[in-house]
């Protein structure tokens, strides 16, 4: 026979504990801003970073939360967790950064997806990859939709990168199919916004700090090849609403801002925003640097009601604000 329970019990019963999140790659630029929106979403958030491209800087003002943790730890080591959901961001963005280690970034992307993907296995949790715009390499068809197959260089500069996301991509549909782990792939298009290091390498960043200094503006090649840059608030409502989706709903899904634009008008625009007098110089363009990308978004559209609705000029007020504050 069942025993009555004590108030203290029932209570207990009925008190629902916050799920229980973890971010890995939660200290690096997107992370952070995860983190902060699962915060608060009323999420329980264990934020796992090795700090190589990310800043503790980023979720100091996280640290006195009662409900964020942060554990350094590097994703190509194992770890164990009780979680519900596992957030996988873990790996070096910036072609900078995943180009001066390249067996790092393969490691961190192939053999950190393992390890998440065993934990999620393990403990039951929903895992989401942040998978990229890269596994479509230097594409043919544009804009690009998920049943494209991609034009990626294996053995190039960016291959660690570009293989290492595919690699993972095709991991997360083995333990789907073998040891039924619930997945979500979302494929992330360039991103933007506060908080990317001054030194990220990355286009927006690059151009922000050099207009504010008043250094050369480098573009790199002619600046005719594109880019569709989605703001970070948007992007990351993505993420949450595809972790959301129902449960048969796997993706990959395209998450990304379709407004396209080459990187000379970019470099123009930021000039005109941050009212700087610095001039443009052209530089080598780097190898297999791909020509043009746009997302086909209607699958995001249609299966998580998401969109971008922040437009470029808007959120690169919002980044050159940031970058200014921070001097
Ligand atoms: P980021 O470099 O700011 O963040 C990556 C974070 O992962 C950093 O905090 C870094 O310290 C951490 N990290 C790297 N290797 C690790 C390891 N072995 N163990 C633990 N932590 C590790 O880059 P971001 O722009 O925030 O990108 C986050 C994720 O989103 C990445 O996986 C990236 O591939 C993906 N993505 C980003 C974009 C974009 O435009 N921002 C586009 C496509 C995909
Ligand atoms: N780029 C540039 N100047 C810079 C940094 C990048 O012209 O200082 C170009 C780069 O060659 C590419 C585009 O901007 O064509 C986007 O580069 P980023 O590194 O931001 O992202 P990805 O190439 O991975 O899309």
Same mark, same amino acid.
């Given at each position: 026979?069942?025993?009555?329970?004590?108030?203290?019990?029932?209570?207990?019963?009925?008190?629902?504990?916050?799920?229980?999140?973890?971010?890995?790659?939660?200290?690096?630029?997107?992370?952070?801003?995860?983190?902060?929106?699962?915060?608060?979403?009323?999420?329980?958030?264990?934020?796992?970073?090795?700090?190589?491209?990310?800043?503790?800087?980023?979720?100091?003002?996280?640290?006195?939360?009662?409900?964020?943790?942060?554990?350094?730890?590097?994703?190509?080591?194992?770890?164990?967790?009780?979680?519900? /959901?596992? %957030?996988?961001?873990?790996?070096?963005?910036?072609?900078?950064?995943?180009?001066?280690?390249?067996?790092?970034?393969?490691?961190?992307?192939?053999?950190?997806?393992?390890?998440?993907? /065993?934990?999620?296995?393990?403990?039951?949790?929903?895992?989401?990859?942040?998978?990229?715009?890269?596994? %479509?390499?230097?594409?043919?068809?544009?804009?690009?939709?998920?049943?494209?197959?991609?034009?990626?260089?294996?053995?190039?500069?960016?291959?660690?990168?570009?293989?290492?996301?595919?690699?993972?991509?095709?991991?997360?549909?083995? %333990?789907?199919?073998?040891?039924?782990?619930?997945?979500?792939?979302?494929?992330?298009?360039?991103? %933007?916004?506060?908080?990317?290091?001054?030194?990220?390498?990355?286009?927006?960043?690059?151009?922000?700090?050099?207009?504010?200094?008043?250094?050369?503006?480098?573009?790199?090649? $002619?600046?005719?090849?594109?880019?569709?840059?989605?703001?970070?608030?948007?992007?990351?409502?993505?993420?949450?609403?595809?972790?959301?989706?129902?449960?048969?709903?796997?993706?990959?899904?395209?998450?990304?801002?379709?407004?396209?634009?080459?990187?000379?008008?970019?470099?123009?625009?930021?000039?005109?925003?941050?009212? $700087?007098?610095?001039?443009? /110089?052209?530089?080598?363009?780097?190898?297999?640097?791909?020509?043009?990308?746009?997302?086909?978004?209607?699958?995001?559209?249609?299966?998580?009601?998401?969109?971008?609705?922040?437009?470029?000029?808007?959120?690169?007020?919002?980044?050159?604000?940031?970058?200014?504050?921070?001097?």
């Amino acid at each position: 026979m069942t025993e009555p329970l004590s108030t203290d019990d029932a209570q207990a019963a009925t008190r629902a504990e916050p799920r229980r999140v973890l971010v890995a790659g939660g200290a690096g630029f997107l992370g952070s801003h995860l983190c902060e929106r699962l915060l608060d979403d009323g999420a329980s958030v264990v934020c796992v970073d090795d700090f190589s491209t990310g800043a503790r800087g980023n979720v100091a003002h996280l640290l006195a939360h009662s409900r964020f943790d942060l554990l350094p730890h590097d994703v190509c080591k194992p770890l164990d967790l009780a979680v519900d /959901e596992i %957030y996988n961001l873990a790996c070096p963005a910036s072609p900078v950064h995943y180009q001066r280690d390249p067996l790092q970034t393969t490691r961190t992307s192939v053999l950190g997806a393992m390890h998440l993907l /065993e934990l999620a296995r393990r403990s039951g949790a929903r895992i989401l990859q942040a998978s990229t715009s890269e596994v %479509y390499g230097d594409p043919e068809v544009h804009p690009q939709p998920e049943g494209y197959w991609g034009r990626v260089n294996p053995i190039g500069i960016r291959s660690c990168y570009d293989e290492g996301k595919r690699c993972a991509e095709s991991l997360f549909f083995d %333990y789907h199919r073998q040891h039924g782990v619930r997945i979500k792939v979302a494929r992330i298009f360039n991103t %933007y916004g506060p908080r990317m290091q001054p030194d990220d390498g990355r286009v927006v960043s690059n151009f922000i700090v050099q207009a504010l200094r008043g250094e050369p503006l480098t573009v790199y090649g $002619s600046g005719t090849q594109t880019r569709s840059f989605c703001y970070v608030s948007d992007l990351v409502e993505g993420l949450v609403a595809l972790m959301a989706s129902a449960e048969g709903f796997t993706g990959p899904v395209n998450l990304g801002n379709p407004d396209e634009i080459t990187i000379g008008a970019l470099a123009g625009q930021v000039l005109r925003l941050t009212g $700087s007098g610095a001039v443009i /110089e052209h530089r080598p363009l780097p190898g297999d640097d791909p020509a043009q990308r746009r997302p086909d978004i209607r699958l995001a559209e249609q299966q998580l009601g998401w969109a971008p609705r922040i437009p470029l000029e808007d959120g690169l007020r919002k980044t050159i604000g940031f970058f200014r504050a921070s001097g």
